[in-house]
Structure formats: structure tokens, C-alpha cells
């Protein structure tokens, strides 16, 4: 009975579809926290977890070795991933997101212009699997406030469905007055 069980499973978990997830450390620095007996060194790794079709994380751990470092920081960052609305290669609309001091500006790109981005807002498009962008960061040079405005951005993006269903009301709405008002010269 056991082993019917077993192997159930292993079938099941066979059959589950396995995601191929792109791992990218953006940064590893060197923090100390200062206690009574001196200095206590540690490492932070700031690692940015993409499939490369429209899924993003970013995680930030501490350990006292680079490696435990960046393996939590990727665990971190495969459970805080978030989907991004993509529009074939290119973001849907512009967009502005902050984060503390840190303001990133997206604008989708034709087709054939490469990711026009720096740092870790590069490896956050490029994770999400964004290929035409323009982007700009404005404010603060902090690597993990611009990786995670970048993720605010991306996740506030409309699809591109309903960015038009929304102006097609808008376009009906003013028709509908130029209607009335055309009536109302009539009689």
C-alpha cells in the first residue's frame, strides 16, 4: 500500500511542469553590525529570480558566508515572485514607480531595440523577459531600491486589453455628449 502510494506520487511530481527559473545577483556587499565584544562581519546578497516569461522576484538575505548568502536570497526571491503583464516583447504603457528614494521610468520600445537600462534594472527586465524597453532611473543610485521600484513598476502595469477598454469608454462617453448636444441644436 506504501509503495503504490509512493510511486503515485513520483509520478505526479514527474508530471508537474518544471520552470526554468534565471538567477542574477545584483549585489554582494560586506555589513557589520557593531556589538560590545567588536565587529560582527556578514554578507548580503541582493539576487534577482526571473523565468523569462512575464514572472520576477527579487530577494535580500544576510549570512556569514557569500554563498549561504545568495542560496537564501534566491530562496527568498522564488517565493515573493510576482507576474508581470507583457505585451509580446515590450511593456504595454509607460510607467513610473518609487521606491524610498529611488524612481524608476519604463517606455515600451519597438521591436529590435534591445533593453535600454542600467544595473539592477536591467536584470530585473531581463529576468521578466522584457527585450525592447527604454528606462531611466531618477533619484537614488541604491541598487536594491531601484531593483525593487522596478518590480513596482512592472507590477502596476495594465494589460494591454485593458488599457484600450478603458479609452474606448472614455471615446463613447464623449460621444455620447456630442449626441445630446447635436439633439438639442435640432430642435
Same mark, same amino acid.
Given at each position: 500500500?506504501?509503495?503504490?502510494?509512493?510511486?503515485?506520487?513520483?509520478?505526479?511530481?514527474?508530471?508537474?511542469?518544471?520552470?526554468?527559473?534565471?538567477?542574477?545577483?545584483?549585489?554582494?556587499?560586506?555589513?557589520?553590525?557593531?556589538?560590545?565584544?567588536?565587529?560582527?562581519?556578514?554578507?548580503?546578497?541582493?539576487?534577482?529570480?526571473?523565468?523569462?516569461?512575464?514572472?520576477?522576484?527579487?530577494?535580500?538575505?544576510?549570512?556569514?558566508?557569500?554563498?549561504?548568502?545568495?542560496?537564501? !536570497?534566491?530562496?527568498?526571491?522564488?517565493?515573493?515572485?510576482?507576474?508581470?503583464?507583457?505585451?509580446?516583447?515590450?511593456?504595454?504603457?509607460?510607467?513610473?514607480?518609487?521606491?524610498?528614494?529611488?524612481?524608476?521610468?519604463?517606455?515600451? !520600445?519597438?521591436?529590435?531595440?534591445?533593453?535600454?537600462?542600467?544595473?539592477?534594472?536591467?536584470?530585473?527586465?531581463?529576468? !521578466?523577459?522584457?527585450?525592447?524597453?527604454?528606462?531611466?532611473?531618477?533619484?537614488?543610485?541604491?541598487?536594491?531600491?531601484?531593483?525593487?521600484?522596478?518590480?513596482? !513598476?512592472?507590477?502596476?502595469?495594465?494589460?494591454?486589453?485593458?488599457?484600450?477598454?478603458?479609452?474606448?469608454?472614455?471615446?463613447?462617453?464623449?460621444?455620447?455628449?456630442?449626441?445630446?448636444?447635436?439633439?438639442?441644436?435640432?430642435?
Amino acid at each position: 500500500m506504501r509503495d503504490e502510494l509512493n510511486t503515485v506520487v513520483k509520478q505526479a511530481v514527474e508530471e508537474l511542469p518544471v520552470e526554468e527559473y534565471e538567477e542574477k545577483v545584483i549585489q554582494i556587499d560586506r555589513v557589520t553590525r557593531v556589538v560590545k565584544g567588536g565587529r560582527r562581519m556578514r554578507f548580503r546578497a541582493t539576487v534577482v529570480v526571473g523565468n523569462k516569461n512575464g514572472r520576477v522576484g527579487i530577494g535580500v538575505e544576510k549570512s556569514g558566508e557569500v554563498v549561504g548568502a545568495i542560496t537564501k !536570497a534566491v530562496s527568498q526571491a522564488k517565493k515573493n515572485m510576482k507576474d508581470v503583464n507583457l505585451k509580446e516583447t515590450t511593456i504595454p504603457h509607460e510607467v513610473l514607480a518609487k521606491k524610498a528614494g529611488a524612481r524608476v521610468f519604463l517606455k515600451p !520600445a519597438s521591436e529590435g531595440t534591445g533593453v535600454i537600462a542600467g544595473g539592477a534594472v536591467r536584470a530585473v527586465l531581463e529576468a !521578466a523577459g522584457v527585450k525592447d524597453i527604454l528606462s531611466k532611473m531618477l533619484g537614488s543610485n541604491s541598487k536594491i531600491n531601484n531593483a525593487y521600484a522596478t518590480i513596482d !513598476a512592472l507590477v502596476s502595469l495594465q494589460s494591454a486589453q485593458t488599457k484600450n477598454e478603458g479609452k474606448d469608454e472614455k471615446v463613447e462617453k464623449g460621444k455620447k455628449k456630442i449626441d445630446t448636444k447635436a439633439k438639442e441644436e435640432k430642435k
